[in-house]
């Protein structure tokens, strides 16, 4: 079997799914723009050949390079980057070397257009916010005046919180259209709800051969636009509701062989025409893995091995991988430059040093939705998790 990753070098994390491809026989070809030295030895040791392009986005360069492999080593069986950035030019390379194993060009759209998602949600059953496509002002006015600020607006088309605001009153929303970008966006209700992802990996019938459960802040773009700090955690189990809306949206979206990142609000006040408190409301597909390093967070909350269980699934279309030990939780807390905490590195190795599996230096690309810097532990409860976020991110002042 010929896989070519795509961006093998980035995330860092993502040496693991080529390594592990590795160990199950397959063929792993890289096509990336770092030098081939600047690769980990990791990395290295996992790929067969690795093609350097000078730039991902100019998609001649890409197809050249799929070309030379196709050449050099026959049928491709799989192109994947398992990265959001570059999920319509996945598409575009399977669709133009008939690669069957992952979405098409006309199949990507309806995972990237968050209007386009609305109709795959009513499919499965899952209740989501009211949504409308920008055009105007005075059809934004029409709409607010039947759903009420606030309203969130957002590329239809876009990776994370990036673009992303909040608008509470009719001069936010004439400055919204002084300013409108030149690109789609679509207009939501406000829902007022905590987040969770319902996080899996699927084989070719979008049957899951692992699920977890992540509990995210309110809200990515505060982060995004406020510069606070990022800290969630992933939990031991997941509700029975989540669980079941999870496995509805993955089949109605036909999310077959991939790793997974499904967003939902878990409503705090009760919303008519969406549910009461505690239920769950559809916010985003995304059909790659969570960002960051919560691939690694999955592994120590759940004892497994999720970049093992993904090469199994490319392998063997099944999970051979057997489940660990006891789940726990396992929580982050990422620190900004810009602050003054009220406790050290130092004093937090202290209290946590036997807890803490991970300590790293961010990469700058990150900046904006994670930080500088980052903390991952164990935990044993959440109560232990909130714990450990509120030590980790207590400031004394802005340095700014």
């Not at 660990?324 to 190795?349: K, Q």
Request: proline content about 5%; aromatic content about 14%; overall charge negative.
């Amino acid at each position: 079997m010929n896989f070519i990753f795509i961006s093998p070098q980035f995330p860092p994390i993502y040496w693991n799914f080529c390594d592990r491809l590795r160990r199950n026989g397959v063929n792993v070809l890289g096509i990336g723009d770092s030098s081939y030295d600047s690769l980990s030895d990791g990395l290295k040791g996992a790929l067969t050949e690795y093609y350097r392009v000078d730039n991902m986005e100019d998609y001649d360069q890409m197809y050249r390079a799929v070309a030379f492999f196709a050449f050099k080593y026959g049928k491709i069986d799989w192109i994947e980057s398992n990265n959001e950035y570059w999920l319509e030019q996945d598409a575009r390379l399977r669709t133009d070397f008939n690669v069957t194993t992952g979405v098409n060009t006309r199949e990507v759209a309806c995972f990237k257009s968050k209007w386009g998602m609305k109709e795959f949600y009513k499919k499965a059953g899952v209740p989501t916010a009211r949504c409308h496509q920008v055009t105007t002002k005075e059809a934004a006015r029409r709409f607010i005046d039947l759903v009420g600020y606030p309203v969130i607006v957002k590329p239809d088309n876009g990776v994370g919180a990036n673009a992303t605001y909040k608008l509470t009153s009719d001069e936010d929303l004439d400055g919204f259209f002084a300013g409108l970008p030149p690109v789609p966006y679509v207009m939501e209700e406000f829902i007022t709800g905590d987040i969770y992802s319902y996080d899996a990996i699927t084989n070719s019938k979008c049957e899951p051969l692992f699920e977890s459960m992540t509990a995210w802040p309110p809200s990515i773009m505060d982060i995004v636009n406020d510069k606070l700090d990022l800290a969630y955690y992933v939990e031991a189990d997941m509700p029975a509701k989540l669980r079941k809306l999870g496995r509805a949206t993955a089949k109605a979206f036909g999310a077959r062989s991939r790793f997974i990142h499904l967003e939902f609000f878990k409503l705090k006040v009760a919303k008519p025409g969406l549910g009461d408190v505690g239920d769950f409301v559809g916010l985003e597909v995304n059909m790659r893995p969570a960002g960051s390093y919560t691939p690694d967070m999955m592994n120590y909350a759940h004892s497994t091995d999720v970049y093992e269980i993904w090469a199994e699934m490319v392998a063997y279309d099944e999970r051979r991988l057997q489940p660990g030990g006891d789940d726990h939780f396992s929580v982050t807390a990422d620190r900004r430059d810009i602050y003054e905490y009220v406790h050290t590195n130092e004093e937090i190795f202290e209290k946590y040093g036997e807890s803490i599996v991970k300590y790293e230096r961010l990469p700058a690309i990150w900046l904006d939705q994670m930080g500088n810097e980052t903390f991952i532990a164990h935990a044993p409860d959440r109560k232990a998790a909130k714990e450990f976020i509120k030590f980790v991110t207590a400031k004394k002042k802005s340095k700014e």
